[in-house]
Each structure stands twice: as structure tokens, then as C-alpha cells.
């Protein structure tokens, strides 16, 4: 039997002027970009091996990627994770959702940590990487779908180095894992070359939506996740989001359906809020979900985002106060893991005895009124509110939840117009560095930019 997914409110977006009826308006046109994403009938059609992703992972699949991370942990107390973008985004939200943020303190841990590189080009922060691990035994998942981006290449040029130094070049083979494509690319060259095991990126599924491939799931299972409860999670939301399920019944195309009305009333910037701190990352993925698939030709909502309270006390003036140009969509959470009071102090120097006096003695209780407070202060403020309510944080929620973005994210797009499955935009800077750097074939171009310098 299917759990409780996710809980979608819109019913806060309403006022000044914007009705039920408004967003009810939408329902033809979502159910058809639905249904545009299931016939691979619309701009990006290539890339829609996602769609189906979940419910298409074979036991074989799931078996190998078990192998693999077990292959690791048997050699290494850490494992670098070496990505950028959808090769690094996905892997990083899952893990900081579902740990332990003070893991690191601990001293004996059931699987290898994971640490991140090439998701950055800082000199100090490779530096700082190599001395952390100096007295650890480590390995390395090197991730790129294109199998040619500049910034993992050069934290992998680094990392295998290292490891080629540490256990020989024949030993190296066994701690290096690549994620890439099938057949192109120098990473997919080196691999085939050097003897390493690979995992496959397929084809029809572009980075940003590649979190249900071996790019997600194998850093995963070598961190100990449970990516057979994640992938349920998503299967099931794949389900409720399905081609024939309607407009009432789908909250995938309901939530599009409140965004695209929004940005249609002139909201420009949507807002991902949580109150739950682990969940930042889910944010960071998010904006590159959305970023990336909606920000073209002129048009598209920012995607920003915000840990709360925290950023009550920064971002909070702007979005109360500030131009009316935003809505937020707060990734609300029922029940934290643990149980956690508010000591009762005689003294009551702090003044805090009132939350004891009235019955509040969770730390959550105190985190929800927050919630209700900042949603009530910013709607009234003018700041629309979308809550997307999870039971708890787990592996099955998440994996629902990021196939819901996924799905949303589809379905806005092509309201929008654009194609959401590609990424054009991201090429100017590449122009540019290569240029600079003075790679072979943009000479020209590199004299011309350091002129403007
Ligand atoms: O969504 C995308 O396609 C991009 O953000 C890529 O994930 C990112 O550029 C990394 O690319 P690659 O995996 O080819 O190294």
C-alpha cells in the first residue's frame, strides 16, 4: 500500500485578484504538457527518459549498484564524489536531507563518508580536500554525463593522481568508479582505458533529471541510503503524476498550474523556503531543476531559495517588505525524527517559561508556530504561499518528492514555451574560459576577450 506522499496547499496564493477559478482555468492546458511529456510529443523530446525512469530500474540494476558500493566500502573510509551540476546536486541533497548533519564528529561509522569535488575550481578547497584526507583510505566516483566538463576533469586529474600515488597504478583500477556516457566522451576513454567499472548515464536523460540513474543512486548506496525506498518514493509519485491521472488528482500539474498563474500575474522570483536546515540542498537542486529548464528565451521564474529561520533574520526584510515581485513555496515538514523539550528553568532570566506555561514544550512546536507566523506575516505582506507538506524526511518521501519537482518542472516549461530540456545558456561561459585558458581552437577569441579585460 502506497504511504503518504506529499500533502500540496495552494490555497494561500488567493487574493488580490487571483481566484480558485484562475488556477482551475490552467486544467486543459496542464493535463496536456502532461501528457506532452508521456508521448515524447514536445520541444526536447530526446531527453524524456526520465519520465518513466522510476518504474524502469530493473532488480539486475539495483543489484549492480549494490556490488559496486559494497566493492568501495570494503577499500575506503572515504569516497570523493566528483560532479558538478546534475552530476553533483542530486547526490548532495538526498545525502545532507537523510544524515546526520554533525556525522563528521563521529568516529566509527558503518559506511564511507562521502566528499564532494569538482562541483568548483578553488585551488584552497582542493588543497584543503587532499590534507583532510591524508590519513583516510580512499576512493572516487567520477561523474560527468558529457564525460568533458572542466571542472571535474580537473578535480579527477587530481584525485586519481593521488590515489595512483597512494595504492599504484593497478590498485587504482579498483577505487575508481566512472558514471558517464555509454559510448562517448575522454572520461568514457580514460575509463575504458585506465580499467575502471562504469555505470551508464542513458542517453534520453539529461543531467538536471539524472538523480534516478547510477549518477544518484551509487554515491548513495555507498553512503548507506536506501535507494530501493527513495526509488519507491519516486515510483509512486510517478504514478500519481501519470499521462491519464487528472488535474484534481495530480499535484505535480496542480503546483505548475499555481506557479504558472503566478508568473503570469507578474510574480517574477519563486522562493523555496524549509524550515528544516537539511533540507538546503533540496533547495540548491531545485534552482537548478528550475533554473536550467526554464530560464531561456527572456522568460522563466528565478528560483531562489531560503533556510529558515536563519534567513528570517536576512532575506526576511526583503520578502516582507521589499518589491512584491515574489511568492514562496515552503517545503513544510510534520514530524521531525527526534524529540527534543524546552527545559523548564525557575530562574526564568530568559523570559522563556511562557512556551512552558501554555503547553509548548517541543522544540518542533516552537518551529511550527514560526512556520504559521512567516506564512500568515508574508501573505499578508502580498508574498502568495504554496506549502508542500512531508509527513517526515525519509528516503521514500524524498524520492517522491524530487520525481514531483521533476514532473512539475516538465509541465511548466512547456506552458512557459520553452523547451525545459536544454541548456544553451550555460555554453557562454565555457566560450569564454576555454578562450582565456587558451584552449586549442578559441585563440582568436582569447585575444579578443582579454582586450576587454
Ligand atoms: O543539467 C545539466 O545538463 C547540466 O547542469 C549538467 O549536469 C552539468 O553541466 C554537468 O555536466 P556533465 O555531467 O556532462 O559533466
Same mark, same amino acid.
Given at each position: 500500500?502506497?504511504?503518504?506522499?506529499?500533502?500540496?496547499?495552494?490555497?494561500?496564493?488567493?487574493?488580490?485578484?487571483?481566484?480558485?477559478?484562475?488556477?482551475?482555468?490552467?486544467?486543459?492546458?496542464?493535463?496536456?504538457?502532461?501528457?506532452?511529456?508521456?508521448?515524447?510529443?514536445?520541444?526536447?523530446?530526446?531527453?524524456?527518459?526520465?519520465?518513466?525512469?522510476?518504474?524502469?530500474?530493473?532488480?539486475?540494476?539495483?543489484?549492480?549498484?549494490?556490488?559496486?558500493?559494497?566493492?568501495?566500502?570494503?577499500?575506503?573510509?572515504?569516497?570523493?564524489?566528483?560532479?558538478?551540476?546534475?552530476?553533483?546536486?542530486?547526490?548532495?541533497?538526498?545525502?545532507?536531507?537523510?544524515?546526520?548533519?554533525?556525522?563528521?564528529?563521529?568516529?566509527?561509522?558503518?559506511?564511507?563518508?562521502?566528499?564532494?569535488?569538482?562541483?568548483?575550481?578553488?585551488?584552497?578547497?582542493? %588543497?584543503?580536500?587532499? $590534507?583532510? @584526507?591524508?590519513? !583516510? =583510505?580512499?576512493?572516487? +566516483?567520477?561523474?560527468?554525463? *558529457?564525460?568533458?566538463?572542466?571542472?571535474?576533469?580537473?578535480?579527477?586529474?587530481?584525485?586519481?593522481?593521488?590515489?595512483?600515488?597512494?595504492?599504484?597504478?593497478?590498485?587504482?583500477?579498483?577505487?575508481?568508479?566512472?558514471?558517464?556516457?555509454?559510448?562517448?566522451?575522454?572520461?568514457?576513454?580514460?575509463?575504458?582505458?585506465?580499467?575502471?567499472?562504469?555505470?551508464?548515464?542513458?542517453?534520453?536523460?539529461?543531467?538536471?533529471?539524472?538523480?534516478?540513474?547510477?549518477?544518484?543512486?551509487?554515491?548513495?548506496?555507498?553512503?548507506?541510503?536506501?535507494?530501493?525506498?527513495?526509488?519507491?518514493?519516486?515510483?509512486?509519485?510517478?504514478?500519481?503524476?501519470?499521462?491519464?491521472?487528472?488535474?484534481?488528482?495530480?499535484?505535480?500539474?496542480? %503546483?505548475?498550474?499555481? $506557479?504558472? @498563474?503566478?508568473? !503570469? =500575474?507578474?510574480?517574477? +522570483?519563486?522562493?523555496?523556503? *524549509?524550515?528544516?536546515?537539511?533540507?538546503?540542498?533540496?533547495?540548491?537542486?531545485?534552482?537548478?531543476?528550475?533554473?536550467?529548464?526554464?530560464?531561456?528565451?527572456?522568460?522563466?521564474?528565478?528560483?531562489?531559495?531560503?533556510?529558515?529561520?536563519?534567513?528570517?533574520?536576512?532575506?526576511?526584510?526583503?520578502?516582507?517588505?521589499?518589491?512584491?515581485?515574489?511568492?514562496?513555496?515552503?517545503?513544510?515538514?510534520?514530524?521531525?525524527?527526534?524529540?527534543?523539550?524546552?527545559?523548564?528553568?525557575?530562574?526564568?532570566?530568559?523570559?522563556?517559561?511562557?512556551?512552558?506555561?501554555?503547553?509548548?514544550?517541543?522544540?518542533?512546536?516552537?518551529?511550527?508556530?514560526?512556520?504559521?507566523?512567516?506564512?500568515?506575516?508574508?501573505?499578508?505582506?502580498?508574498?502568495?504561499?504554496? $506549502?508542500?507538506?512531508?509527513?517526515?524526511?525519509?528516503?521514500?518521501?524524498?524520492?517522491?518528492?524530487?520525481?514531483?519537482?521533476?514532473?512539475?518542472?516538465?509541465?511548466?516549461?512547456?506552458?512557459?514555451?520553452?523547451?525545459?530540456?536544454?541548456?544553451?545558456?550555460?555554453?557562454?561561459?565555457?566560450?569564454?574560459?576555454?578562450?582565456?585558458?587558451?584552449?586549442?581552437?578559441?585563440?582568436?577569441?582569447?585575444?579578443?576577450?582579454?582586450?576587454?579585460?
Amino acid at each position: 500500500m502506497k504511504r503518504e506522499m506529499i500533502d500540496l496547499d495552494t490555497s494561500k496564493i488567493y487574493g488580490n485578484g487571483i481566484t480558485p477559478a484562475e488556477v482551475s482555468e490552467l486544467k486543459a492546458e496542464m493535463e496536456q504538457c502532461n501528457r506532452m511529456l508521456h508521448e515524447r510529443s514536445g520541444a526536447g523530446n530526446e531527453f524524456l527518459g526520465w519520465v518513466d525512469l522510476p518504474s524502469s530500474i530493473s532488480e539486475q540494476a539495483f543489484e549492480a549498484i549494490d556490488q559496486a558500493a559494497r566493492s568501495l566500502k570494503e577499500v575506503a573510509d572515504v569516497v570523493i564524489v566528483i560532479g558538478i551540476g546534475g552530476s553533483y546536486l542530486g547526490v548532495k541533497a538526498i545525502l545532507s536531507a537523510l544524515s546526520d548533519p554533525f556525522e563528521m564528529m563521529s568516529t566509527d561509522r558503518d559506511y564511507p563518508m562521502l566528499l564532494f569535488a569538482g562541483q568548483n575550481i578553488s585551488e584552497d578547497y582542493l %588543497y584543503d580536500l587532499f $590534507r583532510a @584526507v591524508e590519513k !583516510r =583510505r580512499i576512493a572516487a +566516483i567520477v561523474i560527468s554525463k *558529457s564525460g568533458t566538463t572542466t571542472e571535474p576533469a580537473i578535480a579527477f586529474r587530481l584525485v586519481k593522481n593521488e590515489i595512483e600515488r597512494r595504492y599504484g597504478k593497478e590498485q587504482a583500477a579498483a577505487r575508481i568508479i566512472a558514471v558517464t556516457d555509454e559510448h562517448r566522451g575522454a572520461l568514457k576513454t580514460m575509463a575504458t582505458q585506465e580499467g575502471y567499472q562504469t555505470f551508464v548515464i542513458p542517453d534520453d536523460v539529461g543531467g538536471r533529471f539524472s538523480v534516478f540513474t547510477p549518477v544518484g543512486l551509487l554515491p548513495l548506496a555507498v553512503a548507506g541510503i536506501d535507494i530501493k525506498a527513495l526509488i519507491q518514493g519516486a515510483r509512486d509519485m510517478e504514478q500519481a503524476t501519470g499521462a491519464e491521472v487528472s488535474f484534481a488528482e495530480n499535484p505535480a500539474a496542480q %503546483y505548475a498550474a499555481a $506557479r504558472t @498563474v503566478l508568473y !503570469r =500575474r507578474g510574480k517574477k +522570483i519563486e522562493m523555496l523556503a *524549509s524550515y528544516e536546515p537539511q533540507l538546503k540542498y533540496i533547495g540548491e537542486w531545485w534552482k537548478q531543476l528550475f533554473g536550467e529548464s526554464e530560464g531561456k528565451e527572456g522568460k522563466g521564474l528565478f528560483p531562489a531559495s531560503e533556510s529558515l529561520t536563519t534567513d528570517l533574520h536576512s532575506m526576511g526584510q526583503y520578502v516582507q517588505d521589499g518589491e512584491r515581485i515574489l511568492f514562496e513555496t515552503v517545503l513544510s515538514v510534520e514530524k521531525p525524527k527526534h524529540e527534543l523539550s524546552v527545559p523548564k528553568d525557575d530562574e526564568n532570566l530568559d523570559g522563556l517559561n511562557y512556551l512552558i506555561d501554555n503547553n509548548i514544550h517541543r522544540i518542533n512546536e516552537i518551529n511550527r508556530m514560526a512556520e504559521l507566523g512567516t506564512m500568515l506575516a508574508h501573505v499578508d505582506g502580498g508574498v502568495p504561499n504554496i $506549502r508542500i507538506k512531508l509527513q517526515q524526511i525519509d528516503e521514500y518521501r524524498i524520492g517522491a518528492l524530487l520525481y514531483f519537482f521533476e514532473k512539475a518542472c516538465g509541465i511548466s516549461g512547456y506552458a512557459l514555451g520553452v523547451n525545459p530540456f536544454d541548456q544553451p545558456g550555460v555554453e557562454a561561459y565555457k566560450r569564454n574560459m576555454f578562450a582565456l585558458l587558451g584552449k586549442p581552437g578559441y585563440e582568436q577569441e582569447g585575444d579578443e576577450l582579454r582586450k576587454r579585460l
